[in-house]
């Protein structure tokens, strides 16, 4: 079952613009929402995160908008650069040994 | 990268053959993952490791066994890898002990292709 659902697949901006990434969950047991940074040839890394008593959270350019209700929660890049291309993928969190299940990414390309 | 190291990095296999992956950590993490990256998948667990001997089964088990004899090795092997299992893998660890290890750290990852 596909407990996470990201978009867009694909995101096309320009320097500057604030590319938005959105996913959407279905279990309410989650307990923490992690954003991961994929560079072609690399492993993914942890971008920023949340958790779901908090409603927005802000690192540098990068900020995560949670709505608990809706059981959404989105990903914002301000001021984006072109070595903010990469591909970007959501995760939700459960269980005992905190397993991750991802979103299908969204490939993120900022032009110049 | 987290103190994670993945090998090898590149390997071709022919279907039918055994294959194991090794992932090896240096931070003395108690939790240990592993991963597959298909196109228009993510990532999706594989299995996943509690502590030394102690393992469970993720979402895409099937064709895989692992091992943890010790708390800095996890192998992932494919017993008989078939073309479907052609994927990039990837190793990751967490540890619940502090805030700053309570979330997983990838390592490099592993492009396996079975022929």
């Known amino acids: 079952q596909q407990q996470v659902k990201q978009s867009p697949q694909s995101l096309i901006v320009q320097k500057g613009g604030i590319p938005i990434i959105n996913c959407a969950y279905e279990?309410?047991?989650?307990?923490?929402f992690p954003w991961y940074q994929q560079f072609p040839g690399k492993g993914p890394a942890l971008l920023i995160a949340i958790r779901p008593d908090v409603s927005e959270k802000k690192e540098g350019r990068f900020t995560i908008s949670f709505n608990k209700s809706a059981k959404q929660f989105s990903l914002h890049i301000m001021d984006s650069q072109p070595g903010d291309s990469a591909t970007y993928f959501c995760?939700?969190?459960?269980?005992?040994?905190?397993?991750?299940?991802f979103g299908s990414g969204t490939q993120l390309t900022v032009l110049p | 990268d987290a103190g994670i190291t993945q090998s090898p990095r590149h390997k071709v296999t022919e279907t039918g053959t055994p294959v194991t992956l090794r992932c090896h950590q240096t931070e003395n993490h108690r939790y240990m993952y592993w991963y597959r990256q298909d196109p228009g998948h993510g990532l999706r667990l594989i299995h996943y490791?509690?502590?030394?001997?102690?393992?469970d089964k993720g979402e895409v088990s099937d064709g895989y066994s692992v091992s943890r004899s010790k708390t800095e090795d996890f192998l992932l092997t494919l017993e008989s890898a078939t073309s479907s299992q052609t994927s990039v893998y990837f190793c990751a660890i967490s540890d619940p002990g502090k805030p700053s290890t309570d979330t997983q750290y990838f390592g490099p990852g592993t492009r396996l292709t079975v022929l």
């Open positions: 995760a939700v969190r459960s269980g005992s040994a905190r397993q991750l299940t």
């Open positions: 279990n309410t047991a989650f307990d923490y």
């Open positions: 490791s509690y502590g030394v001997k102690d393992t």
